[in-house]
């Protein structure tokens, strides 16, 4: 239903190609291919699976790490070794635990209704990786700069409630159905106030636009980053963001004390880690937006235009390019994957919330305070346009 | 207050130094400031709430009043970049809206406290619905249009059903909701039409304009689907199935609101978008109309006679009453317009003074039904003598000023040959009177022993507790105006007149007939 | 044909089929939780097509709000109350759907015919963009600040009042007098006057 919208939006808008600096592998790719005598919408039509595989292979990578690094870092706080046999340090372990889900039977209880039960996995999964066309890894180096960027991102994540409500519902299960209903409750509350922590961000840079929020933390290194401008924001995205992720303190979901596995309760085999799958993209995918908003994105905590400058260099040379590009990418996952590991190191110290608390807390606190922080956001913006944006 | 906007790199029409002209919503402005009051005022608590938002609303309503008041013939400007229109017809039909609700909260308060529920919320919402309408009734474009509709519509569902322990108000507010959604539904469709017609615009002048030039099916079919909705907001025949279940499962002084105000900004709708927007399709939306009123005017109060509930009974009188409205509108005339705004001030009065009565006498008795008045003149001649004039009013009996408000109409009519539309005004108003006579008849002449269960074990009539007083002023001053304004009525007419002639969209539709029946004749 | 112009007319063509099988499926599925989760992939393509439209925000707007909101608690509401009861039979249900289904088709010939003979002014404005997301906002601040200021209204009375409708009171009273009060309309429902008479609740009286 949905599918059709990358390949349009990218028909639509084919990138901020020519834009600003940086590493342009589009306009390389089809100038190369129309030197091969390639008409030039031939050029763009093989160049635009290309960035669509490349981030879906990135993100199933990013998931196995994720996975890894939850083993092992988890191992390392309960004082355990975790997995070490399956390849180096265990690195293998996580494409292990794919292929054992790959090859599990697939169940699908007698009295559950067996299409929703198929299509709510994949409701949850497909927003999610839809999501990632708007993660900016450089200048360029995303699938489609669209111009409403993170507010897609906050759009398409209000789908996957309805994934979530369908396979609780389709399971036919008490627990699955209260997984479901839960899940959707939170996933709804948490949304407010994260979209105004996004608001925020995004009156400060006056676009939607990942790139361009971007750039406009780009002036002085570290100290030009959203954080310094944005720390309640800050607070308030990461949070939500976790609860939108259902990571510990907030997997009230799944609380398996209560509700066995929530709306997981009836999958095994592929569902199971559709569903698996679709939560830790997602984690990264939180992790990689906090990084763009608050942290600079691709950027360097030092200036590369300095660092060029002090080695003697032109930015626009190719080879500075390249490497400044390719550093990009570095930071960016760098900085992901130090909020990752920060969620998993929340995950084992802080105890679950119950459901009651989680939602006062969404409804009571994060709401009125992001209201707040929008409203000071807005006067400072006034008051001080040339720190706050103009 | 002025807007500077200029935009970086283009591309849209950069608006430069247009006049806001926000004081154009002065009144507006107060009615929602006592709103807010009423909400901060109810934080403190129901006893609090009980003793300050009476006096805010009061303040706010009367501000608001006289704010109307001051602007009347003031030199015209669209204000809020042509949103918003303050021409005197606008201001003749906040009056009566702003009246109309400053009247029901006077007569609210006792029933509201009795039954247990929130004053200050009930309030609020009574006040949104307020401001609602009188958006609606200066709303010149076709997006301000909808949201004031909406506001008013959102604010009459929880309003109706406010008695929400009450199966009957539940009931009420369900069919109002799913009924009036639908229709809401349709205006926007025919809106949407509308703005397609127009390429882009929504204010009803550029509507206006493209009308003129486009194709017949597609503006017959939005004229239909607006028409549709205008309909339905002031309950004719054959949209009006909602209001005798929503007029029996409200409470009754929102009954009171819905069957004025409402209506009141349902025709300042019909007339901003039929006589501003559709002149160019006059004959068709006027035989459209001729048809609605007669179905209303004879559907209306025949079926009002049989029923056995006073709900019930003014619910029906009320879809009647709106078709014989609907008489001015068709007529088209100076006189049909001016016939209108003072049918509906004079409907406000003797419709309210009515529903003070029932009010006082459900709050005494527990009881709405017709045969339950049985000899009350023993017992209360206050509200045997109130509702007995309101009624006569209603029915258009001369000394009255309802008689003069229709006789007005009526003559507006005929003069303008609309004999059929009068002619079934006549009679419906006869079988009109047979029904209210009819309960006239059982409050005064029963013997005492023929008095019914209840007025037999009618209580002591007391007006000490809070609320009665203002329940008393309100029924007092309505049967007040309605027995007198009809003997003092020309300055009715003059203000009525000058309603209409303060308005360049009715001058302006009344020049374009007069000249298209000169170059006929 | 571009490439482009393929791509649009195949994605609209596929929008368009979902729409209208979905909005069928809506009206005409019996259970009603499939209909709830056909509302909405209706919703879904309805945004689609803006997308097609490059009406981007407008298209995020839609799946924020319409998926995301409003079919979002349409499902909470349908699971809540998930009671599987036989409903009584209607009486001339068949009549009831021949007519309603000879008022729609009758409606939508009546559309059909006013789209087939109006001119439309074809193609219309050129699409805005990136821009649109801007523009809006200028709009919203000039020449639609009336409307957009009393929307807030709207919806903070639409707040207020769900919540007082449905904020479970522990018990209510008359504020003035203090006496216990029932939340409901002044005037009582009463039964029809034949059976007034005998009181009805004696029967239960005596039980207790």
Redo the contacts between chains.
């Keep these: 239903m949905i599918d059709p919208a990358p390949a349009l939006l990218t028909t639509a808008w084919p990138g901020l190609a020519l834009v600003g600096p940086g590493l342009d592998l589009q306009s390389s790719f089809t100038s190369t291919l129309e030197e091969f005598g390639l008409s030039q919408a031939a050029a763009h039509l093989l160049w635009l699976p290309l960035p669509m595989l490349l981030v879906l292979v990135a993100a199933v990578v990013g998931v196995l790490v994720n996975v890894w690094l939850e083993r092992k870092i988890s191992a390392a706080v309960q004082q355990r070794i975790g997995p070490e046999y399956a390849g180096a340090l265990g690195v293998l372990q996580p494409m292990a635990d794919g292929l054992k889900l790959l090859f599990k039977e697939d169940v699908i209880p007698k009295r559950a209704d067996g299409l929703l039960f198929t299509l709510g996995p994949v409701l949850v999964l497909v927003p999610v990786i839809l999501s990632w066309l708007v993660v900016p890894f450089g200048q360029n180096l995303l699938i489609s700069d669209v111009g409403i960027g993170v507010f897609l991102w906050i759009a398409l994540s209000s789908i996957q409630p309805i994934g979530l409500l369908m396979s609780g519902y389709a399971s036919n299960n008490k627990y699955s159905l209260l997984g479901g209903l839960r899940a959707a409750a939170q996933s709804i509350s948490y949304e407010i106030p994260l979209a105004l922590a996004v608001l925020a961000v995004v009156m400060m840079s006056n676009s939607l636009s990942t790139v361009d929020i971007v750039n406009q933390q780009s002036g002085a290194g570290i100290l030009s980053w959203n954080i310094w401008r944005q720390p309640v924001g800050f607070l308030i995205f990461w949070i939500c963001a976790l609860a939108e992720c259902e990571r510990l303190p907030f997997d009230l979901p799944e609380a398996e004390e209560e509700l066995v596995a929530g709306y997981q309760t009836e999958y095994a085999g592929m569902k199971f880690a559709l569903f698996y799958l679709g939560s830790y993209i997602n984690l990264v995918l939180s992790a990689l937006l906090v990084a763009v908003l608050y942290l600079g994105g691709w950027g360097f905590p030092l200036p590369v235009e300095w660092l060029a400058g002090a080695l003697g260099q032109s930015v626009d040379a190719p080879l500075v390019q390249v490497i400044t590009g390719s550093l990009g990418i570095v930071m960016t996952v760098l900085k992901a994957y130090l909020l990752v590991f920060i969620a998993i190191l929340l995950r084992w110290t802080l105890p679950r919330v119950r459901i009651d608390q989680l939602l006062d807390f969404g409804w009571k606190f994060l709401l009125p305070i992001a209201l707040v922080n929008l409203l000071v956001t807005a006067g400072l913006k006034l008051a001080f346009p040339s720190f706050f944006g103009g | 207050m002025t807007?500077f906007?200029t935009?970086a790199?283009g591309?849209?029409p950069a608006?430069t130094a247009?006049q806001?002209n926000a004081g154009a919503?002065a009144p507006e402005s107060a009615v929602?400031v006592a709103?807010l009051a009423c909400?901060l005022v109810d934080l403190a608590g129901?006893?609090a709430?009980?003793r300050w938002v009476p006096p805010i609303c009061y303040g706010g309503l009367g501000t608001a009043l006289v704010l109307l008041a001051l602007q009347w013939n003031a030199p015209l400007e669209p204000s809020?970049?042509?949103?918003?229109l303050a021409d005197n017809l606008a201001i003749a039909f906040r009056g009566v809206v702003a009246a109309s609700t400053l009247l029901s909260l006077l007569i609210s308060w006792r029933?509201v406290?009795?039954?247990?529920?929130?004053?200050g919320?009930y309030a609020?919402?009574l006040l949104?619905a307020t401001?609602?309408a009188m958006?609606l009734c200066g709303?010149t474009?076709l997006?301000?249009i909808?949201?004031?509709l909406?506001?008013l519509s959102?604010?009459s569902y929880?309003l109706s059903?406010?008695?929400?322990?009450?199966a009957?108000?539940g009931e009420a507010a369900l069919k109002y909701l799913l009924v009036g959604s639908a229709a809401a539904a349709v205006f926007l469709y025919g809106a949407s039409l509308l703005y397609?017609l127009t390429?882009?615009e929504t204010s009803l002048e550029a509507v206006g304009v493209a009308l003129q030039t486009s194709?017949t099916?597609?503006t017959a079919?939005a004229l239909v689907f607006v028409l549709a909705t205008v309909a339905f907001k002031i309950a004719a025949v054959p949209f009006h199935q909602w209001t005798p279940d929503v007029y029996e499962?409200s409470?009754?002084p929102v009954v009171a609101f819905l069957s004025v105000g409402s209506k009141a900004a349902g025709f300042a709708l019909a007339l901003r978008l039929l006589v501003g927007c559709f002149e160019s399709f006059d004959a068709q939306w006027k035989v459209l109309f001729t048809v609605l009123a007669v179905l209303s005017m004879t559907l209306g109060n025949v079926v009002a006679l049989a029923q056995t509930s006073m709900?019930r009974m003014l619910a029906y009188s009320s879809i009647g009453q709106a078709g014989f409205v609907m008489i001015g509108l068709v007529c088209g005339t100076e006189d049909g317009y001016a016939a209108m705004v003072l049918y509906m001030a004079a409907y406000l009065f003797m419709n309210l003074g009515a529903f003070a009565c029932i009010?006082l006498f459900?709050?005494r008795t527990?009881?709405?039904?017709i045969s339950d008045y049985a000899g009350l003149y023993q017992k209360d001649p206050l509200i045997t003598l109130g509702l007995s004039l309101c009624l006569l009013s209603l029915g258009g009996i001369p000394p009255m000023l309802g008689f003069f408000g229709k006789i007005y109409l009526f003559f507006a009519g005929w003069a303008d040959q609309q004999y059929l539309l009068v002619v079934v005004g006549l009679i419906t108003s006869v079988v009109s009177i047979y029904y209210y006579i009819s309960v006239i008849k059982m409050m005064v002449v029963k013997e005492p022993q023929e008095a019914s269960d209840v007025v037999k074990a009618y209580p002591e009539i007391s007006w000490s507790?809070?609320?009665m007083q203002p329940l008393r002023a309100a029924l007092v001053g309505c049967v007040l105006v309605t027995a007198i304004g009809g003997i003092l009525s020309n300055p009715l007419f003059t203000w009525a007149n000058s309603a209409v002639a303060g308005t360049p969209m009715l001058q302006h539709a009344i020049a374009a007939s007069e000249s298209a029946v000169a170059a006929l004749g | 044909m571009t490439i482009a112009s393929v791509t649009q007319l195949i994605c609209f063509v596929a929008l368009s089929l979902t729409l209208v099988l979905g909005a069928l499926g809506v009206v005409l599925l019996p259970n009603i939780v499939y209909s709830a989760f056909l509302l909405a992939g209706v919703f879904l393509s309805v945004a689609g097509l803006y997308l097609l439209l490059n009406a981007s925000f407008v298209a995020a707007a839609q799946v924020l709000v319409y998926v995301g909101a409003v079919n979002v608690l349409i499902l909470f509401a349908i699971m809540l109350v998930n009671k599987k009861e036989a409903m009584a039979e209607i009486p001339g249900l068949l009549l009831r759907r021949v007519l309603s289904g000879a008022v729609c088709l009758g409606l939508f010939l009546l559309l059909l015919r006013v789209d087939l003979t109006t001119p439309w002014a074809v193609p219309g404005p050129t699409p805005l963009g990136e821009d649109a997301t801007t523009l809006i906002g200028i709009h919203l601040f000039s020449d639609y600040l009336l409307p957009f200021e009393l929307a807030s209204v709207l919806l903070l009375m639409a707040m207020i009042g769900a919540i007082v409708l449905a904020r479970r009171d522990v018990y209510s009273s008359d504020v003035i007098t203090g006496e216990a009060a029932d939340q409901g309309l002044i005037e009582k429902e009463r039964t029809p006057l034949l059976l007034e008479s005998p009181p009805r609740d004696t029967t239960l009286l005596e039980k207790v």
């Excluded at chain 2, 809020?80 to 918003?84: A, D, H, Q």
């Excluded at chain 2, 527990?366 to 039904?369: A, F, I, K, L, P």
Aim: glycine share 16%; aromatic share 8%; with cysteine.
């Design positions: 807007v906007c935009l790199g591309g849209a608006i247009l806001l919503i929602l709103l909400l129901e006893e709430a009980s809020f970049l042509g949103s918003f029933y406290e009795r039954s247990g529920t929130p004053v919320e609020a919402i949104a401001l609602g958006f709303a474009d997006v301000s909808f949201i004031s909406e506001t959102v604010s929880l059903g406010y008695m929400k322990r009450d009957r108000s397609g390429g882009g194709a099916p597609v079919l499962g409470p009754t709900k009010i459900s709050l527990g009881s709405d039904r507790l809070t609320g």
